[in-house]
């Protein structure tokens, strides 16, 4: 039984078709020698011949410029498809967020988003520098890690190991975790809350690093939410938390990670990189207006995420709350 290839034919065995060809042997008898289809050496022939002949250095040459300019095609060849990663990109959007939302819109698997990579990072597409447009601007994706926390001794504090089974897989609404993003010179600050099952943001603008700054912050964010949306916070031991308790008066659990544990709360130190693609360290908040915060954390909610299968935060928050998600493909 004859063995199948399936690579492309080398220059070595181009140059025993070239050999045997001139010799007068059939195709199907070349085939045979090579273990090649028939087909395969008869479309070789047609493919790389020069002036009716079939000469061996003159078809390798012609196979590595096909094979070139096979490489340098672009990738994104369908031109809606290119325009809309184009317009995502420049939004942005990480390639997963684009190819993962655009086979949300299109009911099937348009584009991978390896291919997207590719494409950025291509020496055709260098010049262009879309680098520029990813959420870490680098050459290489590397693991994100999250910033450690303040020991301190914080009043009526209740561990995160006290904190009930529901909340910790996510099968539950209204848990959240906060933290407080600081500002040049740690003088003034963003506090942060993000729910757990529905990754939605929320963010306000701290005057200074203070319990009272982030206890206002707080009731800020969670006075103006349904109590089904606004059930815990988990929180880490700096020294703004310390005020915790206040939020007993919206009938809210607070709960504190152990200590240099920021991993505990995961889902609030993944957003505060996203808020520092936006507002990166060392940038002071002091110019910094309510309404331009608001803007980010829209930006960031109404982006596709992977984890709730493309569709984005603000949509399966409202579907949590009641809402129905608006068709919006």
Do not use: C
């Amino acid at each position: 039984m004859e063995t199948k290839h399936h690579n492309k034919l080398s220059a070595k065995e181009r140059n025993l078709i070239a050999v045997w060809r001139g010799g007068g042997f059939k195709i199907r008898e070349i085939g045979r020698r090579l273990k090649r289809s028939p087909g395969t050496i008869s479309d070789e022939i047609k493919r790389n011949s020069f002036g009716g002949h079939y000469v061996a250095i003159h078809a390798q040459a012609v196979s590595q410029e096909r094979k070139r300019q096979a490489g340098e095609r672009q990738p994104l060849k369908n031109p809606q498809t290119y325009s809309y990663v184009m317009d995502k990109l420049q939004q942005g959007w990480s390639p997963e967020q684009i190819a993962g939302r655009l086979e949300l819109e299109q009911e099937e698997k348009i584009i991978h988003h390896e291919t997207i990579y590719r494409f950025v990072y291509a020496r055709g597409t260098k010049h262009l520098k879309l680098w520029e447009y990813l959420p870490r601007k680098q050459t290489r994706r590397r693991k994100q890690h999250g910033r450690t926390v303040h020991k301190s001794h914080i009043p009526q504090r209740v561990s995160i190991h006290q904190r009930p089974e529901a909340v910790n897989t996510r099968s539950v609404f209204g848990h959240w975790e906060g933290d407080t993003v600081e500002g040049k010179g740690h003088k003034d600050g963003i506090h942060t809350e993000a729910e757990r099952l529905t990754r939605k943001l929320a963010a306000r603008i701290v005057a200074a690093i203070t319990s009272e700054a982030a206890i206002y912050a707080q009731e800020a964010i969670f006075s103006n939410l349904p109590q089904r949306a606004r059930k815990s916070t988990t929180l880490d031991n700096g020294r703004e938390n310390h005020l915790h308790m206040r939020l007993k008066k919206l009938k809210m659990k607070t709960y504190f990670a152990d200590p240099y544990s920021s991993w505990q709360r995961g889902t609030n130190e993944y957003h505060n990189g996203l808020l520092r693609r936006y507002l990166p360290k060392g940038t002071s908040f002091a110019n910094l207006s309510q309404e331009e915060l608001d803007d980010i954390v829209w930006e960031i909610n109404n982006r596709p995420r992977k984890v709730l299968n493309f569709y984005t935060a603000e949509e399966i928050f409202n579907l949590n709350l009641g809402v129905r998600i608006r068709d919006r493909m």
